[in-house]
């Protein structure tokens, strides 16, 4: 059974060239790059070239970029270096949509006694800069807000809150975990201070993530112990995913406009295609500004779980945020914040596409679609 | 992905008797849109007392739809006081088990079919007992009693435990404390409650004063205050407060927060304390 892989926000399938990159750094290139022999010495160099196609992909300098183990520490880092080097500062700002490696991270500074402000979100899950405009104090220690939910697919006002913190002399963060490669980054005119990566998001394996500091931020290491990463990030490099890394931030910079134009119409084909067929379903998000490759749709009065598993026989695979997927109880935080009624809520499904679908893909999902919400409805106490 | 036996997978693709019964004569209705999962069983039952059929639509999860499925099969043809009987854990077992965090979708099974039979019964769809409980869990509308049942039924030990089978717990939080007390007074050996034997007046009216001295009487002391024993009249026991207890605006907190609960724990459960 053919595969059809609509789960690229859960993670992507590593590039073919990615791959074969990486391969010499698993066997006859092993050598250490701290070394002073030239068997290590030409892997530092290769290091030095994926530590460049990274921040040419960001619009970053090489010395900004830190590789880190995967888009979690770098988030956790990001908080530990703005409350380490800013002792006087007790607060915090995030929102209530952030990904689990940003939210759970607030919590915990929460109750170590920080005033954390969870920004809400409306109906879209759009962001009120009002309320960002009033929370944000010069005794801010840190704002961190995704640059795309990961969920629905919003692409944030990134620009304008970094903007806003810089003003105040604040600390921006942005977890970008989503957003790299599916819409443009460039730091030279967007004044965050600290960005998270992760690698197997963009065709490069899981396990490599990057860490950007800009230059002139004060930084405290969240990992102590050797010099690799010019003291900022202690430990043996992980050499073949950095270099694989490297690799699909190459491809990523080249695929940009590609992934944008041929991913969003295979996008929005799909969705329309669902709901032009189906009745009875919302596009969760903001459809006016959001990942090209995300659709999240909610199918009233089915619940999401059961949809997956249908999906999955004909090797379908994407994601729910409904509550039975996770072992919760309760729909995701994220449709919660947005206040989606909870006869939606519960039958959500999240399909995220790659520059890898292709249009038979989108074409069998829509075919097959419409028979799996017929026969869950049918079975459903509620009809209307 | 969750690891479900083959006989959910079965179940889930292939539901037996899905959908209404023109000709049912009882139905059970558990759960709601908003707890993620519902069940409405409908169940024909014949005159002597036998379901002759059986059919269910079912809002919710792979297993939802499979515990619904196989407990309609399960059922069928059996008396209905004999399916009674059967336990959430039965329907499980029948699936070849559930996950941990799923066995609340077996408990929805058993609900549903109660609930159904006391409707062809006459009765009310849920036992009053179970309506003059308490409401433990609001976010998942869970009564006292529901927790106990389970607790019970399938030995449960945490309250993790709790949450899997009944949901309780699994949102917001709040009512964790209720049910770890839930689960304390009702894990205790039953060795250990105090045997509800028929007490003689004389034998009530010492430990109503044993209690009163010992317990009751050096709290009252420390904020200056004292109790006077009136009358024993059956379960009623009759009590002037002294001292300045006498005149504190708080008097009948005192008596029914203090001198009622404890006499309720020490000497008789349905003890009711009156000022005189």
Known sequence: ?384 | MWNYTEAVHDHFLHPRNAGPLSDANAIGEVGSLACGDALKLYLKITDAGVIEAASFETFGCASAIASSSVLTDMIKGMQADEALKITNRDIAAALGGLPKQKMHCSVMGQEALEAAIRQWKGEPPVPHALEDGALVCKCFGVMDAQIIRAICENGLKTIEEITNYTKAGGACGECTDTIAKILAETITPLAEIKPKARMTNVARMQRVLKILDEEIRPRLATDGGDIELVDVDGNRVIVSLRGRCSHCRSSSVTIHNLVERLLREHVDTDIIVEEA
């Open chain 1, 1 to 384: 059974m053919k595969t059809i892989y609509l789960d690229n926000n859960a993670t992507s399938a590593v590039d073919s060239g990615v791959l074969a990159a990486m391969l010499p750094y698993l066997g006859s290139l092993y050598g250490n790059p701290s070394s002073l022999h030239n068997f290590g010495g030409q892997v530092a160099a290769a290091i030095e070239d994926a530590r460049e196609s990274v921040a040419a992909l960001l619009g970053a300098e090489p010395d900004e970029i830190i590789f880190t183990s995967c888009g979690s520490e770098s988030d956790n880092a990001a908080f530990w270096s703005a409350v380490q080097t800013q002792p006087e500062k007790r607060r915090l700002i995030t929102t209530r949509v952030e990904h689990p490696a940003v939210l759970n991270v607030a919590q915990y500074w929460e109750r170590q006694g920080y005033r954390v402000t969870y920004l809400g979100v409306d109906n879209k899950g759009r962001l009120d800069m009002d309320e960002y405009a009033a929370a944000l104090s010069e005794d801010t220690a840190l704002v961190s807000i995704m640059f795309a939910n990961n969920e629905v697919g919003n692409i944030y006002p990134i620009a304008r809150m970094a903007e806003a913190a810089k003003e105040k002399g604040v600390l921006f963060h942005t977890d970008a975990v989503q957003a790299v490669g599916k819409t443009p980054i460039d730091l030279k005119h967007l004044h965050a201070d600290m960005l998270s990566l992760s690698g197997h998001k963009i065709h490069a394996p899981k396990g490599i993530g990057v860490f950007y500091v800009r230059r002139g931020v004060r930084f405290r290491p969240f990992l102590r112990g050797g010099h690799q990463e010019s003291g900022r990030r202690a430990g043996t490099e992980n050499v073949p995913y950095i270099i694989g890394l490297g690799g699909a931030a190459q491809l990523a910079a080249d695929h940009i406009q590609k992934e944008r134009i041929q991913v969003s119409s295979l996008r929005n084909k799909l969705e329309n295609g669902i709901l032009g067929q189906i009745p009875h379903c919302i596009v969760n998000g903001d459809t006016e500004n959001r990942l090209s490759n995300t659709s999240n749709i909610s199918f009233k009065n089915v619940e999401g779980e059961a949809i997956l598993l249908m999906l999955d026989r004909l090797g379908i695979c994407a994601s729910s945020g409904s509550a039975c997927t996770s072992g919760s109880l309760e729909p995701s935080h994220v449709l919660r914040a947005m206040g989606v009624p909870f006869t939606y809520a519960h039958g959500s499904i999240r399909l995220s596409l790659s520059c890898y679908t292709t249009e038979e893909d989108v074409d069998y999902v829509i075919e097959k679609f419409p028979k799996i919400i017929k026969t869950l409805r049918d079975i459903s106490p509620y009809k209307d």
